[in-house]
């Protein structure tokens, strides 16, 4: 994998990661908003912890990638 495309990859995880992250507080305020019976709670709180496990592996994806980048990185200038 070069470098333009680990740097496109790991731009792509960011701007997921950062809709995910939106997604969460809008979950929230329609829980606390909208939904009011316990089935859509329930509801609602799965797609914030769905939400929550993709951010993590965004997350993970994206240290993976930057460690991939510096060690290439440090092998092209010789160390």
């Known amino acids: 994998m070069d470098k333009?495309?680990?740097l496109k990859e790991i731009?792509?995880?960011e701007r997921h990661r950062k809709n995910l992250d939106s997604s969460v507080i809008d979950f929230e305020v329609l829980k606390d908003t909208y939904y009011t019976t316990?089935?859509?709670?329930?509801f609602c709180n799965a797609l914030i912890v769905?939400?929550?496990?993709?951010?993590e592996i965004a997350s993970?994806?994206?240290?993976?990638?930057?460690?991939?980048?510096?060690?290439?990185n440090a092998r092209q200038s010789g160390l």
């Open 60 to 72: 993970k994806k994206i240290g993976e990638l930057k460690t991939l980048l510096a060690f290439d």
């Open 38 to 42: 316990p089935t859509s709670v329930r």
């Open 50 to 55: 769905d939400a929550y496990k993709e951010i």
């Open 4 to 6: 333009d495309n680990i």
């Open 11 to 13: 731009k792509d995880l």
